[in-house]
């Protein structure tokens, strides 16, 4: 008997698994040899176990799980059950290699973070704004602060001077919203004098303002001045307008690099009314997804953009057509952003499924939110 056969040796050789492999193999009942010397223990297989030893190494090393494996093995001749099992595993690797893109992708953008964080000036810096335009740009980006105890520099509006720009920003880490307006030169009147037109171009400073403080300065905003004096700086943050004044304490923390972020290289523009988008937002379907802080699960929209440009949500069972693009985000921080974008005609920055969807308020273009996509598990 033992001329038919092959020895584990042998058959590890030609078949390139080892002899260890094999003896696992045989102890999980995957691939039991044909017979077993009772002197010695030793084991031989037969001929036609060759075919199965080198499709089982193969299996192997695209990492299909064991019951995989034996269901493969196992499989009825012309059935298809076992094109079945590989063609589900490759969806499962698609799919993690769609998460592990994503992923790296957001890991550099925290490496980039920490290697060049917005440093918060120590000098004291005042500039005049247009009040207005202030109490817009809060309004726009406040929704976004962070609430993790565990991030506190995100528990805040960042306030970046760049010369004659004021940008505020707000995050989470699944959203993030910013709004600019411009710096006002030159004495304004009620107010001691701030930066002369010549200064202002060189003004640079940033500051984390607490969120406390933000809401305190939005409520002083309504008094009806034309504008507001801001100071920066030294750790404290001071707000003036209309005779009123409120000041506090700034972050003692360096903000992420948000600039790193909003470089954005959209494949689709849309424009839309946003009191459209929003009705077809809270009437349409949702699918709850895990997301968010530790994996809770959240109500999720998917919107598709078809060939022809129409913007729409998707319902729950939709499949998407070829050449369609769909984009998911919690629906919640969607609904946040378009209401924190006013009435007026949106313009929606689409790349694809794991990209960062932009939602712009038109003429407008510093003023915008980025939400981060969620992955939606395609059907089995």
Same mark, same amino acid.
């Given at each position: ?74 499989? &009825? ?11 589900? #595993? ?25 290697? %060049? ?76 004098? &701030? ?48 005779? #009123? ?7 003692? #923390? ?60 998707? &319902? ?13 985000? %919690? ?50």
């Amino acid at each position: 008997m033992e001329s038919d056969l092959r020895s584990i040796g042998e058959l590890a050789r030609d078949s390139g698994l080892g002899v260890s492999a094999l003896r696992f193999y045989d102890g999980a009942g995957v691939l039991a040899p044909a017979w077993v010397d009772p002197q010695t223990g030793y084991r031989w297989y037969a001929p036609g176990q060759l075919a199965d030893a080198r499709l089982l190494c193969r299996l192997r090393r695209v990492g299909l799980p064991l019951a995989d494996i034996r269901a493969v093995l196992d499989a &009825a001749p012309g059935s298809g059950a076992g094109r079945q099992v590989v063609d589900a #595993h490759l969806r499962r690797l698609e799919d993690g290699l769609t998460d592990a893109r994503r992923e790296l992708s957001l890991i550099r953008t925290l490496i980039d973070q920490r290697e %060049n964080p917005v440093t918060t000036a120590p000098a004291e810096h005042r500039f005049t704004v247009p009040a207005d335009e202030l109490a817009a740009a809060l309004d726009a980006v406040r929704f976004a602060v962070g609430s993790d105890s565990g991030v506190p520099m995100l528990s805040g509006v960042l306030f970046d001077l760049d010369g004659g720009l004021l940008r505020l920003v707000a995050t989470d880490r699944y959203r993030m919203a910013l709004a600019e307006l411009p710096v006002v030169s030159g004495p304004v009147s009620g107010l001691p004098e &701030a930066a002369d037109s010549g200064a202002a171009a060189d003004l640079s400073a940033a500051a984390i303002v607490p969120t406390a403080l933000v809401d305190g300065v939005r409520a002083l905003l309504g008094s009806g001045a034309e504008h507001a004096e801001l100071t920066l700086g030294a750790g404290r943050f001071r707000a003036g307008t209309g005779g #009123h004044l409120i000041e506090g304490a700034t972050l003692d #923390h360096d903000y992420p690099d948000y600039r790193s972020l909003v470089r954005l290289d959209p494949v689709h523009r849309v424009g839309l009314p946003a009191a459209e988008l929003r009705g077809a937002v809270e009437s349409g379907v949702t699918r709850s997804l895990p997301s968010g802080p530790h994996g809770a699960a959240c109500e999720v929209t998917v919107l598709t953009l078809d060939g022809d440009g129409r913007l729409t949500v998707a &319902a729950d069972d939709a499949e998407p057509a070829p050449g369609d693009v769909r984009v998911a985000v %919690n629906r919640d921080f969607l609904l946040d952003a378009l209401r924190a974008g006013g009435p007026e005609q949106l313009v929606l920055e689409i790349t694809g499924p794991i990209a960062p969807l932009a939602i712009r308020t038109a003429g407008r273009d510093g003023t915008f939110s980025i939400l981060m996509p969620i992955r939606v598990p395609e059907p089995a």
